[in-house]
Structures are given as C-alpha cells and as structure tokens.
C-alpha cells in the first residue's frame, strides 16, 4: 500500500476576505509499513493533513492517491466504506463509545463491516490481548485511566485490519510510563503487522521513536527526515 | 479498493441505543415519568368518559328503546290509539326463532292522565305482558317499593318513585287513569299503586306507568300492540351492527305498513353521543401526544446536539448516515416504548381497579340523572384505544427524532468532530 499525496492544498474560507491556506500545495509518498511522525507547531496543519489522508476532509485541491485510486474523488457513500475498511483512527481524546466495553468498543466497526459475531469476538480478544487489557475487557471506558483508554482505541483501529492508521496527537493526554506503553504496543503491530502508522505530534518520545519525521510548518513540508 | 458490505445489525444498535437512553438517568427517567403520569391521566380521562356515556347508552338501550323497536309508521307520526302494527303475529313467530333474542315485549300504549286526589300528570301508559317486559327491561329489578306486575289484584299500575312523589301517591294509593279511547271518547278506570320504580333516567321516570295489557286493552275497547320491543343477548353497548341485522331478517316478514328500527334510529341523540364521545377522546389524544411529542423531540435534541463530536466519530471510523439515523430514531422509540408501556400497563391496572370499585358520583349524581347516568361509573377503556395510544406514542417518538437526526446526518465528520458538545 502506498499513499501518494500531489499537489494538496487545503484553504479554509477561500471565498472570503481571510481565506486560511492550511496545507499548501504538498506533495508526499508514504509507504507500506512505514512508522511516521509528523511534527509541528499547533495551527501548522498537520491535523488537517491527516483528516484529508484519512478521507474524513477533503482538500480544495490536489490529489490522495492511495494505490493508484484517488479518495478525494470518491462518492460519500464509497469514502465511509473506505474509511471503515481501510483507516484505523486513533483520536487525543480517545473518543471511544462511553456505553460500550473495550471488548465491543474493538469489536465495533468489525460489526458495522458485517463480520459474524464469533470472528468480531476472536479478532478483538487478540487484540485487547496484544495491547494487554485482556483483564479489562468488559470494563467500560470510564472505568480505565487514560492509558488503557488509548491502548484500547489502537486495538479498535486495527480491528478491521486497515492498510494504514492515522494517529492524531496519540499521546497528548497520556504520563510518561502510558506513552511508552503504548508507543511499544504501535512499534510491535507495525513490526509484527506491518500496519502503516502515521502521527502528528508535538511529542518528542514520539518523535525519538518515529523511523521517519516529516517537519510541517506553516502548511509546508520544512523537512522530511529518516532515522 | 471499497466495498459496501455494511449489513444491518439491529442487536448491536438496539443494545448501542438502549445504553445511550440511560446515560443520563435522571433526564430519561424524569421524561418516562412525565409519559407515565401523562398517560396514565389520559387513559383514565377516556375511560371516564368512555364508560359514562355507555353507561348512558345501556341504560338508554335497557329503559326506553331496546335494541329494536317495530310500529305502525302512523304511530310513529302520531302516536294514536289505532295507529297499531297491522301484523305482530308473523313478527313474533320469526322472533322467536332466533336464538339471540333474550326477550320480546308487546305492548299496548296509550297517551293519557293520572290523577290522584291532590294532582294530575299527562303520561306514557305502558299496558305490557308482566313477564315478558321483564325479560325487555330491568323494571321487575328496579321495584323499590311494593312489586311488580306480575304480583296481581285488580287493575295494578307501576309508576316511578318520582311520579309517586310528584302525585303524593304511597303504594296501595288509588289513582284514576283517563285517555281517549278509539271512538275519541274519554275512558278511564281507577288503579291501584302496586309498586313504585326508579330507573337512571329521571325524565324517563316522570313520563312512564305500566299497566297489565289485558286491563288497558279492555278499557280501550281494542286489541293489538302498538310497539314490539326486542332485547337482544349481550352485546356491545356502542355497537349496533347486530341489531341492524336483526331488523334486516324481521323486515322480511313485516306488513308494508309496519317498521322496524334500531337503538340508534329510535334516538338519533345516541348515535350523535357516540360519534361527539370519538371525537372528544380523539381531542384528548390528540393534545396528549401533541405535548408528548414536543418533550420528547426537547429530550431528543439535547441527547443528540451534546453528542454531536461523537457522532462526527462514528461517521470517521466508518458508520453509514443510514445507520447513524437509525441509532438515533431508535433511542426515540426506545425512550417512547419505554414510556408508553409503562405508562399503559400501570393504565390496565387503575382502568381495571375502578372497573371492579366505580367511581361513585356523588352530588353529580342527580344532575346527571336527567342524561340517564347511573349514580356509580365504571370506566372502560377497549382495547383497540389502548393499542392506538400506543402506536401514536410510536410514531410521535419516531417524528420526534427525525429533526436532531437530520441536523446530524447531514453534518462532515470533520465538522461534526470538531464540535465541543
């Protein structure tokens, strides 16, 4: 899977006198399997660069090519099925379902992609297993910190196996010893999986663990390095 | 590279919704019990009103018209002495064939006055086969002093407490009865009270005294029956389809001068009680819902507006607009069922309780003694009012809904995620 960004640009309000260009013109490739960050100061925007990568916001121009097939062009009713079958969304908030477990918040969009209830069951227990909240399962979201929250919300992101996730600010809300858990729990699936992973970040253990760093600043790519 | 393999998952979005609903406990609850009470004051209002005017309907039905009543049209034009049904026999004998018959009463009425010593009233006399117009109307169980025809001695009469009172009349009084007989001259002859009655309906009361058919019949110097009233077996106060059948058969069998009617075409005024008793429970409804639907539409818009960011999530991680209408149509429906059922069940359970106790009337009981109500009312509600009440509450819950879905659907995910609340 390869994800081939050309010429994108987004600009909020461009009918009015303050037109926002908030990506400018950007190009970029990212490849299958690749652990990306990208990082830059709040208003750069690295978050609606996700959004338009993951098909949840669409650019006033330019192209997301993901294998050859560009998503800016596709129906509203094709881009939810790609966006359900294809991209794993990891939120700073979390943003899981407060009335659900973790068990049937992973188990979720397997059921919205019609999987029987026994292969839902399955995938999601390897994965709250992988995560390591096998315990927690039937606990809902209000009774888990923060961490586990978030390991949850990875475990849903690769429930319905996704060519790739997109993480916005993933650790923003987390302490120390949770963000190194849960970097070392995204490492390992994208090692093990070869799941492409993208973030944005400000967060320098994030970044110090990233192999590639894409530098967004003012809707520009400033510097895209590999480490 | 996209398939749309979304299949529908009703377990899953009912267990979704059904949690949603209780997220705020308090909220819910406080609408659920505004629904119960709601419902439960309606029910009880319909019932009330329902069973008061089938009360009035029966006891119109059980005292003066019967289910069908037969004449001379000339009788019923101008009810004179020989204006009489040219043909009861071929009546009779049909009647009695029929098995949903409980009782036929032939009688022999005459417009006349009584007096007694201290004052006189015009009245309806009534000359009946003493069983017979018992097994018609509930007068032979309705003697609140002394007895009923069938008693026997010379020239009976049956009058009501309120005829007694007005003619200061005690059982064994004498009283002259006078009317003109066929050739237009003044017949009369002295009666004795052998018992006094009280039926619901005062007017009724003042305007009606039964004879023995035989005693009038020779002072009118006539034979016949004037008016064949038929009581059926039981059937449902508020339906006359029965009765109409039943005269269809008779009319078969009837002379061409002679007419059979029902319940609703003897007093058209109960036909017009029915249909104005429909229209008032359909205004109860009506209001009922109305309010109903605008609380839960509040409830609605404030569950719904308060999860806009998730909902904005759903549709990123890839939940159809479809299936995001559904969950919030089903939360509505969710909320009214829960309401609705509730509401009618603890409904049953009053509806029922006052169905064996009855609401006394108390001091109404006079006043409205004038409709021919009785003094203690049982509501009744049937129970195609109660499935109509529910399936408004339903489709009241699902328009409720449809306003906060719409603003939501048509919202980007991006949008929609962006929002605080």
């Known amino acids: 899977m390869t994800i081939a960004i050309q010429a994108l640009t987004k600009i909020y309000n461009p009918e009015s ?35 338009m990568i993951g098909g949840i916001d669409s650019p006033t121009s330019g192209a997301v090519l993901i294998d050859g097939e560009d998503i800016t062009r596709l129906s509203e009713q094709a881009l939810i099925a790609f966006r359900r079958d294809h991209v794993g969304f990891i939120f700073q908030d979390y943003s899981l379902l407060p009335v659900l477990t973790a068990l049937e918040n992973v188990e979720f ?31 809902i979201p209000a009774k888990l910190s923060g961490g586990q929250q978030q390991r949850v919300a990875v475990a849903r992101a690769l429930a319905p196996r996704p060519r790739f996730v997109m993480a916005d600010e993933p650790t923003a809300n987390l302490d120390a010893k949770s963000t190194a858990e849960l970097l070392d729990i995204m490492q390992s699936l994208n090692e093990q999986e070869g799941t492409t992973f993208i973030f944005s970040t400000h967060d320098p253990r994030v970044i110090a663990r990233a192999k590639r760093v894409i530098v967004f600043e003012d809707g520009r790519l400033v510097e895209d390095r590999r480490q | 590279m996209t398939k749309d393999n979304s299949g529908w998952h009703p377990p899953m979005l009912a267990l979704l919704a059904w949690r949603n609903l209780w997220r705020n406990r308090l909220r819910t609850s406080i609408m659920v019990c505004a629904m119960v009470f709601g419902l439960v004051g309606v029910v009880v209002m319909i019932g009330f009103m329902t069973g008061m005017y089938a009360n009035m309907i029966d006891n119109a039905v059980a005292w003066q018209t019967s289910h069908l009543q037969v004449h001379n049209k000339d009788y019923l034009l101008d009810p004179a002495i020989n204006s009489r049904i040219r043909a009861p026999e071929p009546v009779l004998a049909k009647l009695s064939e029929i098995p949903e018959v409980q009782g036929v009463s032939a009688r022999f009425v005459v417009q006349g006055m009584l007096a007694s010593p201290r004052a006189s009233r015009g009245i309806r006399i009534n000359g009946v086969d003493p069983a017979a117009e018992a097994r018609v109307t509930p007068i032979a169980d309705n003697i609140t002093q002394g007895g009923w025809l069938e008693a026997g001695g010379r020239h009976p009469i049956v009058i009501s407490e309120k005829t007694a009172s007005r003619l200061k009349l005690r059982l064994g009084s004498k009283v002259v009865l006078t009317f003109s007989n066929a050739d237009k001259a003044v017949s009369g002859a002295a009666f004795r009270v052998a018992g006094l009655y009280r039926s619901p309906s005062s007017t ?28 059926l077996t039981k059937s449902d106060s508020l339906d006359n389809s029965r009765a109409k059948a039943l005269a269809r058969r008779l009319s078969s069998v009837l002379a061409p001068q002679d007419r059979v009617r029902d319940w609703q075409e003897i007093q058209p005024m109960l036909a017009t009680i029915i249909a104005q008793m429909d229209t008032s429970n359909a205004v109860i409804l009506l209001i009922f ?30 939940m159809v607009k479809r299936k995001i209408l559904g969950l919030i149509l089903l939360e509505s429906l969710l909320l009214g069922l829960t309401g609705a059922l509730l509401g009618l069940l603890l409904s049953v359970m009053v509806i029922t309780l006052l169905g064996e106790t009855g609401i006394p009337l108390g001091s109404m009981a006079d006043g ?8 203690t009312l049982y509501p009744q509600v049937a129970l195609a009012q109660y499935l109509l009440t529910l399936a408004m509450v339903v489709v009241v819950s699902l328009l409720a809904a449809l306003y906060p879905a719409r603003q939501i659907i048509k919202q980007r995910p991006v949008d929609a995620m962006a929002q605080k609340h």
Do not use: W
């Open chain 1, 17 to 51: 006198d303050f037109p926002v260009a908030a990506v400018k013109s950007l190009d970029l490739t990212i490849a299958q399997g690749e652990f990306v960050a990208i990082m830059g100061p709040s208003g750069s925007g690295k978050t609606t660069l996700l959004n």
């Open chain 2, 204 to 231: 009724f009361d003042e305007a009606n005294a039964y004879v023995r058919r035989a005693d009038l019949t020779a002072l009118a110097g006539l034979d016949g029956v004037h008016e064949i009233a038929i009581r």
């Open chain 2, 368 to 375: 409205l003694g004038a409709f021919g109500v009785s003094t």
């Open chain 1, 109 to 139: 969009v397997m059921q919205l992609q019609g999987h029987s209830e026994a292969e839902c069951r399955e995938r999601a227990m390897a994965l709250l297993t992988q995560v390591g909240l096998t315990d927690q399962k039937d606990k």
């Open chain 2, 289 to 318: 819902i109305s309010a109903l639907g605008l609380g839960i539409a509040n409830i609605m818009l404030m569950a719904v507006f308060e999860r806009t960011r998730e909902f904005g999530v759903l549709m990123a991680i890839g």
